[in-house]
Each structure stands twice: as C-alpha cells, then as structure tokens.
C-alpha cells in the first residue's frame, strides 16, 4: 500500500497493522510511512538523496545505488516518468512531499485506489482496500464476467467493488503534498512503424535482457517447457549460462505433443554444448482440470476465470521447488504479443493492398467467414463507442453473434443459457456506459484487440503469480514486460500477421537461440482432453459450486438451470454453455465472502 506524506498517513498504516497483521514499512523522506505491505524477499529496493526516494518492487535488477541516483536526480515527481527499470516492477518515488505509484503497462502489475478514512491511497491488492474501506460487491461487475470469452475492454478491468477503482495499465497515480490524488498517462504505444529487421532485432534484444533480469549465470531457475514461448525462454536461460531445470507438463491427450518438442529442444540444445535437466512430469501425476476448484482458498481480487486450471498450475510450481530455484520462467504472454489476430487485417490492407487481399481471403476460408462479411466489416467506420452499443443491442444467451469475423474492434461476447434477464440487462447497462465513455484503447481496431488481449491475458497470468507467492515463490513471465511488449506491437502489422507461419516475429527473433529444429514446429498443444477428463473426475466438485448457489442468490443465474448443466456432460465447446466463467465467478465469491465477510451488493 501507498500512503501520501500527510500526517493522517501514520493512523492509516497503524489501521493496516491492524487489520490485516504485521507489515513492512518503508519511510518517506520526512519519517511518515510511505509503503506499508508484505512481499517476497528480494523484490523491494529503495534508494535516497536529500529530500527523495525511489524503489522498485518486482522483478528487476535494480540496486540500492542506483535508485540513489535517480532519487538524486529528483527535482520534482514528474521526474519519476524518466525512471525505467528492466523486468516486471512496481516504480514509487516520493520527493517533497509528493508521491509516483506506476504499475506496468502491460497491466501484470496493477494497481488500485481507494480512500481510507479520508486518505487517499494505492495499492496492488483490490481485495485489502476492499477490506479497510468494508466495500460492497456491485452485482452489474459480476454480471460482465459471466461473459464468454471476455467482457468488452474495459468491463474485464474494474474492479467488482463500489470503494475500489482500478486503475488503468499505462497511468500512474500521484498524490500531491495535501494527500489529493490524480491518475495521468505515463506510457504510449509506439507506433506499429517499425521496419522487419528493426523489430526481430528489438524483440530478440528484449527479451535477452527480459530473462538475463531473472536468470543471471550461474542462477539457478526452473523453466516451463512446453511450446515456442517457453522454449524461447529456456534457450536464453541456458545460454545465458544459467543453472536450468525444465519442466514439462504431459496432457492426458495422445495427440499432445509438447513432451515429444520439449525433448527435442534439450536434446538440441545439449548436442550444442549447453547444460540442462529435464523432468517430464507424466499425465497421470498431474491434476486434471477442475480440480480442487471446490476449496481453492486464494483471496484474488476479482473472478479469477483460469481458476479451473489452479491445481494443475499448483503442481508444476511444487515440482519446480524441489530444485529449489531463485525463480520460475513461464512462456505466459507469448501468445498476447506474439500472435497477430486477423483484427490487424484492417492495417495490412491500408499499407499493402495486394497482399491485404490475398491475406483476407485466406483468413475468411481458414475461419469459415462469408467473404462478403468480411470485406463490409473492414470498410465499416465504426468508432469503438459504437461497436459496443452494437454488442449491447445484439447480447445473448444464445452465442448468435460470437462467430461474427474478427476484424474489428474485438469479439462477440455471449452470456450463458442460465444466465438471468436481470444478469443480460445489467451487462447490457455496463456495456452501454462503456459506449458512452468511448475507451478504445488505439485508434485503430486491431491494435485496440491485441492490446486488450495482452491486457486480459496479464489479469490471467497475474492470478497464477498470486498462487506461486501463496507459496513463496516468483513465477516470471518476462513476455509480458513492457519492454517486451513495445518491441512486439511496434512491428509493422503487415510484418507481424502471416497465417501461413506460426508466430513468425518470434521465430525470427529466435534464430540462432531457440533450435532449428524447434523453430520449424507448427502445432500448438489444446487442453480438451484434460477439460473432458477433468469434467468427469472431478463432477462432484462442479456440482458442489453449482449447489446453493451465491450467484443464484444475487439473482445472476438460475441455478436450477446451471444445476442441470453441470450434472450433465460438461460442453467444452459451445460458447454459451462454457461454464468456466461462472464457477469462477461462483467460487470467488464464496472466497471474498469468506474472507473479508463482503457484503453482496451495492
């Protein structure tokens, strides 16, 4: 938490102690508390001149003396913009009496606001100020998360609570010296300009120095190896010189094929002369999904909707710390930043016609869209406010427009048949506000996606960080480090999107550190199976959520209706019977309730 330098500071982190336990306290430069919390060993480091400090907290390879140079170089907080850090970190500053609190802006480090008892303050967990300001849920919030795949950006973001605002990846928050708060832009895409071998060069030199920040040589590290993310940052750890142990997780699927590519990238790389383990951890031994989902006891911050996936995550982490590791690499993020979507179609076309054209009709025949469709959603001028007035007059519980083209602002979300009218009409009601307050993240539609995409995907990835630190460990995932993703979105989009080569930015960026032989794979592993299986397996705990439903209650599903759907055979397929979305919702309620005893609703 991020108190201002105002006296009424000190009662707030007294109140903090209080509630929640012992805490750590770092001081501003006049004696007040300034940071109060608790985090993993190592990841906090501040450094002070005169009347300034500045710290990071994170993943980083900051050091005392050089944070005392940039607090040095302080003259006032807007200087605190210039301070740039490698890796995944929080960056604070306080100098005269005014406060900087930036996450990342990738969004994997976010950040919240609240006021507690007449304080403005900031913190990286919506669920603490939740607690101190004894916030309501507003049942509309939870409503939008019943949406599959995801609630139109940015519905996804907010926080569920009535005393608790989210704020938005690429802003800061600043406290002046009389305690005021302000969020300001601090960051900007670049733009998607860069020449080919400009942007492999950046990706390659980004994430180099992405995972040399969490692997230094002679570290010892835990890699997950499954597909060409993770092999990516494997390969760099390795040839960093690194002491790694890759993991490899089978799927209880005879067509998976990451264990078969994951022998073959240590067997290459140890042909070229480089040191490694490998450990397959077999599918028998891992859990299917769903399990657990019943008793998950972690307090997230809102519906953690990869929740189904919690054990199987648990257990791969504790196979790691047996090795005992300084940190954990995982590929999460390669997808968001280096998979372009057809919706960057829109800027192929305007730069390169010809191939515009070639590439359009090959995206209609891969996803079965009418020709015609897709050429009268490209010349549509719709600005984002009106896309989403047009998902707020078309939302279903029938999944009608969900296969619509995705060349536009973003796909066509669904709610689930046991979804009630009052839940359809709270979503439309937060999707037309959305409208009216026209958020689009770029100008143009598919940057706009791709960067809701890397937005929703580091919530995700930040849920299974907060599993690891429940048990003392950092799960990296340097994909989703600005300095990452600034290299992977400035690529030209006509550069970046080709459906006949699989992630080809990457691949190229890769040459040379990544084997060949692993380069040249083309299939990616799908979790069915393990959904299917998990589904039958675990029955009684899907059925134990959808029992006396807290959902139900708030009247958001019918829960005779939802009851019936999760005795039945589990559709992993049907987007409007995925029932994902609301068992997470389902069992994060029933956590916060327990936790913080929430009230259901406001």
């Not at 340097?478 to 992630?503: H, I």
Request: proline content about 6%.
């Amino acid at each position: 938490m991020v108190l201002p330098d105002i006296e009424d500071s000190i009662a707030v982190a007294r109140l903090v102690r209080e509630t929640l336990g012992p805490a750590t306290e770092v001081a501003h430069p006049s004696g007040r508390p300034w940071l109060v919390g608790t985090w993993l060993p190592g990841l906090l480091v501040s450094g002070r001149r005169r009347d300034a400090v500045v710290a990071v907290c994170g993943e980083h390879a900051a050091t005392e003396a050089s944070l005392a140079e940039h607090a040095g170089r302080m003259r006032a907080i807007g200087d605190a913009d210039a301070i740039r850090v490698a890796g995944s970190a929080f960056v604070l500053a306080s100098v005269r009496g005014a406060v900087h609190t930036r996450g990342t802006a990738s969004g994997v480090r976010r950040m919240y606001r609240a006021t507690v008892n007449g304080v403005s303050v900031v913190s990286d967990r919506a669920i603490v100020l939740a607690a101190l300001t004894r916030s309501s849920l507003i049942p509309a919030r939870i409503a939008t998360r019943l949406l599959f795949p995801v609630a139109p950006w940015p519905l996804g973001w907010s926080a569920p609570w009535d005393g608790v605002a989210a704020v938005r990846p690429a802003y800061c928050v600043e406290l002046d010296p009389h305690g005021r708060a302000t969020e300001r832009r601090w960051w900007r895409l670049p733009a998607a300009e860069r020449p080919r071998a400009e942007s492999v060069a950046a990706l390659r030199s980004a994430l180099v120095e992405a995972v040399a920040v969490r692997a230094p040589a002679g570290s010892r590290v835990v890699s997950h190896l499954s597909g060409l993310d993770s092999s990516s940052l494997c390969s760099l750890a390795v040839r960093n010189g690194a002491d790694v142990m890759a993991i490899t997780s089978a799927q209880p699927d005879p067509m998976d094929d990451d264990v078969l590519w994951a022998g073959r990238t240590v067997a290459a790389l140890t042909e070229d002369g480089h040191s490694l383990r490998h450990e397959v951890i077999t599918a028998d031994e891992c859990p299917l999904v769903y399990h657990g989902i019943l008793t998950a006891p972690e307090p997230f911050d809102d519906p953690f909707l990869a929740l189904h996936n919690r054990s199987r995550m648990r257990h791969i982490i504790d196979r790691g710390e047996a090795h005992s590791p300084a940190v954990h690499l995982t590929g999460l993020g390669g997808d968001e930043m280096c998979t372009a979507m057809p919706s960057l179609l829109r800027s192929v076309v305007r730069r390169s016609p010809a191939r515009g054209a070639r590439l359009l009709r090959a995206a209609a025949t891969r996803n079965r869209w009418p020709l015609r469709q897709v050429v009268r959603e490209l010349r549509s001028g719709s600005t984002y406010g009106s896309w989403l007035r047009e998902i707020a007059d078309g939302l279903d519980r029938n999944g009608a427009g969900i296969h619509a083209p995705l060349v536009g602002w973003d796909m066509h979300p669904t709610l689930p048949t046991w979804a009630t009218r009052e839940a359809l009409d709270m979503a439309v009601d937060e999707i037309r506000r959305a409208a009216d307050a026209e958020p689009a993240l770029a100008a143009e539609g598919g940057v706009h996606h791709n960067l809701t995409q890397v937005h929703m995907g580091s919530q995700a990835t930040r849920g299974f960080q907060q599993l690891a630190a429940e048990q003392g460990v950092i799960l990296a995932a340097p994909f989703f480090d600005d300095r990452v993703m600034e290299a992977a979105l400035s690529a030209r989009a006509v550069d970046r999107y080709d459906p006949a080569r699989y992630k080809p930015l990457l691949v190229d960026a890769m040459r040379g550190v990544v084997p060949e032989v692993t380069l040249r794979r083309t299939t990616k592993a799908e979790t069915a199976a393990s959904a299917v299986l998990g589904s039958r397996e675990h029955r009684d705990q899907i059925v134990g959520l959808a029992e006396d439903s807290v959902l139900g209650r708030l009247g958001l599903i019918d829960p005779v209706r939802f009851l019936a759907a999760c005795q039945g055979p589990i559709d992993v397929v049907v987007e409007h019977r995925r029932v994902e979305p609301t068992l997470c919702c389902e069992a994060w309620l029933r956590t916060s309730k327990e936790v913080i005893d929430v009230p259901l609703g406001a």
